[in-house]
């Protein structure tokens, strides 16, 4: 009798302690910082919608908002932001997030430059802040990390009136969170050994 009594105790308790258990394990997000409010601490960030270890697709809208995490110790380097998604030398286009329509924009830029292969360590690239927006020459430098390309472009006059994070890659960042919009782990994954190999 106190055996059954056993078996059926764990039983009713079994299924509370697997709900309680799923409160407590959070999800996973990746995404790319495009805005940063320094006095609310807080990012939004495009995320990946691909789940593709080593080639995430950040196209995912509408935007999502994250707190920093409360505890300055589960955060790395604080994520900078930037509004370039995408370059494609091929279609020699841009891809920017366009903060009034909350939308991508493609736009087609005149190649100066392209050189592809270009290691983190490289002088051309090393210790250097991208982009590299020239008003006066008409041109803009930017380095993609993930696929090691250096590329100088020209775009029409009007965008040269845009602030320079424009045309910047915004942080990769990865967040563990256990309620909707706060962090209680971010990973500034653009610091990290993935693109210093």
Same mark, same amino acid.
């Given at each position: 009798? +106190? &055996? ?8 009713? #308790?079994?299924?509370? %302690? ?15 910082? +495009? ?13 990946? +919608?691909?789940? @593709? ?9 509408? =935007?999502?908002?994250?707190?920093? $995490? ?6 790395? =380097? @604080? =994520?900078? %932001? *930037? ?10 286009? +841009? ?10 924009? %493609?736009?087609?830029?005149? =190649? #100066? ?5 270009? *290691? ?7 210790? &250097? &802040? ?25 775009? $029409? ?20 969170? &256990?309620? $909707? ?9 653009? @610091? ?6």
């Amino acid at each position: 009798m +106190i &055996k059954k009594l056993g078996w059926f105790t764990l039983l009713a #308790i079994l299924p509370l %302690a697997l709900m309680f258990g799923c409160v407590e394990q959070g999800k996973v997000v990746q995404g790319r910082v +495009i805005n940063k409010d320094k006095e609310k601490k807080t990012i939004d960030l495009v995320l990946d +919608i691909k789940h @593709e270890l080593g080639k995430p697709d950040y196209d995912q809208l509408p =935007p999502v908002t994250y707190e920093f $995490p409360k505890d300055p110790n589960e955060m790395g =380097p @604080e =994520p900078k %932001a *930037g509004k370039l998604m995408n370059i494609d030398p091929d279609k020699k286009e +841009i891809v920017i997030f366009d903060d009034a329509t909350k939308n991508f924009k %493609a736009v087609t830029y005149i =190649p #100066i430059d392209v050189v592809k292969g270009v *290691g983190l360590r490289d002088s051309r690239v090393a210790e &250097k &802040k991208f982009p590299i927006v020239d008003r006066e020459k008409k041109a803009i430098t930017v380095y993609d990390k993930r696929k090691r390309l250096l590329t100088t472009f020209s775009l $029409p006059e009007e965008y040269f009136k845009m602030p320079d994070e424009t045309f910047g890659f915004g942080d990769e960042v990865r967040i563990y969170a &256990k309620l $909707p919009g706060k962090s209680s782990r971010l990973m500034n994954i653009s @610091e990290t050994d993935i693109y210093k190999k």
